[in-house]
């Protein structure tokens, strides 16, 4: 694991060094919307916050690249087509078991 701190105008030349540091590793996962605009992810996968709040937008701009999307409530926003939704609960379920075999078909 790796924490990268960076001020925003500095994130184009950190975050591809933070990333080579791990590649030689199977998966990485970055969290972070800033990160998106600045690395060329296999997978982006947009966690949707509670229904109501509006999203930042560095978020409105990740979530028009989304793969997958994650939501507990109904998303308010429009979402994108291609996008594929999974409603997931703090327990585990069956949508979320769902969730994962996609992902593993995506990196295949």
């Known amino acids: ?15 591809p060094l933070a990333v080579d540091r791990l590649s030689h590793l199977a998966g990485i996962i970055v969290e972070g919307n800033s990160a998106i605009e600045f690395l060329k992810p296999d997978i982006v ?30 998303p308010s926003t429009k ?12 327990t585990p379920t069956a949508e979320f078991d769902e969730c994962m075999d996609y992902v593993q078909k995506l990196l295949k």
């Open 79 to 90: 979402l994108p087509a291609k996008a594929k939704r999974f409603k997931v609960a703090f």
């Open 1 to 15: 694991m790796l924490w990268v701190q960076s001020p925003p105008e500095e994130l184009k030349e950190v975050l």
């Open 45 to 74: 996968i947009f966690v949707s916050g509670r229904q109501g709040r509006a999203l930042k937008k560095s978020a409105e701009r990740v979530l028009e690249t989304a793969d997958i999307i994650l939501y507990q409530d109904e």
